[in-house]
């Protein structure tokens, strides 16, 4: 067994009890309200109006915030790296620029925690199953870290371990980051954050489920099994614990390995990841909604995609499912009131929406979609589309009066899309996306079927 850590390891234990866990956030809380408070005080001292924008989203702030959720991980850290890709609708772009240095920072735990937390899952002396087990993890994430093994019969495996407490500590986490959303000024007035938060708890729960994402991996599996364009890791079902997935090591590269590839390469693998996002929400009925680059690799000696991390996955209901195929063919066909009532069906805005809101966000979707309406392949590396998108989203969003919040379902399929859409602008890929869509949403001449 190979136990050795570099001596520039620097793990830190995760906090699993209810209460250490509570005490952190209040430290974060306090922190912040402190510099908010010196940051005003010099200010007045100065003979300046405090800002309370400049005091509360200062560099010092920032730093509090993002360490002081690193240091939790869990479902703290996950919800903070959720909202890191909001677009400006439910944030102000101060914070979701702060949350977004979290995306790939979680710390690993300390060897010692790691054999404490193995112990409860496979009993003492379960090193002597393998002839290698890496005591530091290969990756590490918000819920939990993955390590490189060897059985004893030489089965290859990468084991994921989860940290301890995060099952536990789920509810109180996102309540305790409510709390800290409800800081004056970061949300608009009267902005009903429940359904989110309702659905962030859900799906972390299913996150945190290891049997569950066993279940979904089999599943996938099962759906792409015998494809010559993805390849997935197998079950090792023998040290599988609800707290532990075992899975076959697969080889491969990072994605964005490919960005010096040739062209060809780099528009095939964008356009292979584009169509399974269109094959789960219209085919599969499930979707696997984190779109986190490391979760896809490329497997350069088989030259398949290897599709990784099947935690984040989420049932698409029929009727949404229907609803998107509408909105899908209204995007191609064009339409103003069409556009209009399928988006409302969807609910990205209600009847009760201001109209100069409805058309601002409607304005939005229909320079999104632009894209699917041209015959020719989209550019993803010389369009600034994503950055129009974002200034779009940023001015809805700093009508601090909005306060419609779409349905949590559509954020989160939105979130696996817009990964999508960087996952390929970092390829700089071209890919036509009109037949992609239409081979997934048959007579588009009658979009209201």
Known sequence: MSADVPSQDKGAAVP????ARFLQFGRIATGIMGGVAA????SLASGKRPDLAELLFTPANGLRLTDGLS????????????LSMDTGLVLPEEMTALLSRMRDDARHMPPKQVQTTLNAEWGAGWYSRFARFDVRPFTAASIGQVHRAVTRD???LAIKVQYPGVRASIDSDVDNMATLLRLPGLVPRGMD??????EAKRQLHAEADYQAEAQHLARFGAVLQGSDIFALPSLHLPLCTPQVLAMSYVPSAPLDSLVGAPQ??????AAALIELVLRELFVFGAMQTDPNLANYRYDPTTERIVLLDFGAVQPIAPELAAQFRALARVALLGGAEATRDAMLRIGYFSQATAPQ??????AMFETAMAPLRQDQPFDFGQSDLLERLRDMGLAIGRDRELAHVPPAATLFLHRKIGGMYLMAAKLKARVALRPLVETYCADISSPQA
């Open 16 to 19: 699993s009890g209810r209460g």
């Open 39 to 42: 940051g005003g005080l010099r």
């Open 71 to 82: 240091h939790l991980r869990g479902a703290a850290l996950k919800l903070g790296q959720m």
């Open 154 to 156: 030489g089965q290859d």
């Open 193 to 198: 954050l429940a359904p989110l938060l309702a």
């Open 264 to 269: 060809a390469l780099r528009d095939r693998v």
């Open 357 to 362: 809101h409805q058309a601002l966000i409607q």
